[in-house]
């Protein structure tokens, strides 16, 4: 190849897109579609708007809130060698400090602003730019929660934190605590601060939001948007249901070329007729004299608003029945798939944003209570859904006979069909009064060799 034709082989940047200009349709056509843009607002730095939405609409007040109560609804349950008496000491610190009331308002106002904190408070420890010490958390000092949103003089430093082992690793290393007046109060370390945002953001968008996340209004303004016109446009067309006009034989003539006493008795005429007709529809006219009546349809607007809410639901993904308080509408139509998939998105939700919030409140709750945090030391979060009684009688009986199956076919040992049983406890309730020795003393008893045996629990 020679040099001149290489000089002219330059790389060229191709795009992908489908394309029919005949039919005026794709990229580079007078489609209308093309004229589509997506601008970049950041509504979640609007504050003014997002408070006000949050105070005027109700609708907004459900997508903030229906999420983190729910989260927060069936608590969680610690798993522990720990006595129950010393469990529910825990339990009585939670309602103390008013623990659970003071994690659902900093869920509810990250939603809503994007970013929230709940400042750590110890008894003891009032220089608040240390490292959190465990050691110097004493008996009783655990005073709960401080929450403040992102917009109430709490603001992220520029230093991160840069230990890969922390749980904090790439966030803010210190939060600048400033009153109402944005006078300076205090610096906070981020091991005294737990955090809450709204919706993820890529990394690049993050650091523009100062760390936080973004709004949960922001995703879904559009949907309440539309939703708020169709409900006040509905709203006016029912002033409209039934429209009446008259006929008048020489109004133009009245208006248009009558001097001012004539207008005005005219006016007088139609508000004296208007104040005559009774609640039974009766008026009186002038003989001659015609009243027209025009009713408005409403057929279909049903179904459009229905839309509407259904689009505003999977904007926020709460189901209808929830967000809207409505009953699920439509041949066989029960709500209950839609249930189980958002219990589902509820349970990734108590994984990913309510137990980093515990993990790293449990510690200091428990030195707090019990003044040492226990090794085997576990959260554990119940369903979401607890079947009736006859649900549940449903799931001992297949789960029970499984396990008896299993036993009697040898697969498993009298002690492993007795902890499997144990096990139904945890979903069932029943089962759980099976004692650890009766386990211990069955270890290695097969059914084959009970019933050799003549054991009168062969059968079992």
């Not at 795009?15 to 209308?32: E, H, Q, V, Y």
């Not at 002038?286 to 809410?309: P, T």
């Not at 639901?313 to 029945?321: E, F, H, L, M, S």
Request: with cysteine; glycine share 6%; aromatic share 8%.
């Amino acid at each position: 190849m020679s040099k001149r034709r290489r000089k002219n082989n330059k790389r060229i940047a191709t795009t992908d897109a489908f394309t029919n200009p005949a039919a005026r349709l794709g990229f580079g056509t007078f489609d209308l579609t093309q004229g589509t843009d997506y601008p970049l607002t950041r509504m979640t730095e609007d504050y003014q708007t997002l408070t006000s939405m949050y105070r005027t609409n109700w609708i907004v007040q459900n997508i903030v809130s229906i999420i983190p109560t729910d989260i927060v609804r069936k608590w969680y349950e610690v798993k522990t060698s720990i006595s129950p008496d010393e469990v529910d000491k825990l339990t009585r610190l939670e309602r103390k400090t008013k623990l659970r009331s003071k994690i659902l308002s900093g869920m509810n106002w990250g939603r809503l602003y994007g970013g929230a904190v709940g400042l750590i408070l110890i008894k003891g420890q009032e220089d608040l730019s240390e490292p959190l010490d465990m050691d110097m958390v004493m008996p009783d000092s655990f005073l709960g929660l401080q929450i403040l949103d992102r917009w109430s003089g709490v603001f992220p430093d520029g230093k991160l934190v840069t230990d890969p082992e922390d749980t904090d690793y790439g966030l803010p290393e210190y939060y600048t605590i400033r009153d109402a007046n944005e006078v300076f109060v205090c610096n906070v370390h981020h091991s005294r601060v737990v955090r809450f945002t709204g919706r993820e953001l890529p990394w690049l968008e993050a650091v523009t939001e100062l760390y936080w996340g973004e709004s949960e209004i922001e995703a879904v303004y559009d949907e309440i948007v539309r939703r708020d016109n169709v409900a006040a446009n509905i709203t006016a067309l029912t002033f409209k249901a039934n429209v009446e006009y008259r006929e008048v034989e020489g109004l133009d003539q009245i208006l248009g070329m009558g001097n001012n006493e004539m207008q005005r008795r005219f006016w007088n005429l139609i508000q004296s007729q208007a104040i005559m007709r009774n609640s039974q529809g009766i008026g009186l006219i002038n003989k001659g004299d015609q009243v027209h009546s025009e009713q408005y349809s409403f057929a279909g607007l049903s179904d459009v608003y229905d839309r509407i809410m259904m689009d505003v639901a999977g904007a926020c993904r709460i189901p209808v029945t929830k967000l809207f308080g409505r009953s699920p509408a439509g041949m066989n139509s029960t709500g209950e798939s839609d249930m189980i998939n958002y219990y589902d998105y509820i349970d990734g939700l108590r994984e990913t944003v309510f137990r980093p919030v515990l993990e790293k409140l449990l510690p200091i709750m428990a030195v707090s209570c019990w003044g040492a945090v226990p090794d085997d030391l576990e959260i554990v979060f119940p369903a979401m859904s607890t079947p009736d009684a006859t649900e549940n009688a449903d799931i001992v009986a297949k789960n029970t006979g499984a396990i008896i199956a299993a036993y009697q076919n040898d697969l498993i040992d009298r002690a492993t069909a007795m902890q499997e049983l144990q096990k139904l406890s945890d979903e069932t309730g029943v089962f759980a009064k099976i004692p650890d020795e009766d386990v211990d003393a069955n270890k290695g008893v097969r059914y084959t060799d009970s019933k050799m045996m003549n054991d009168p629990l062969a059968g079992f």
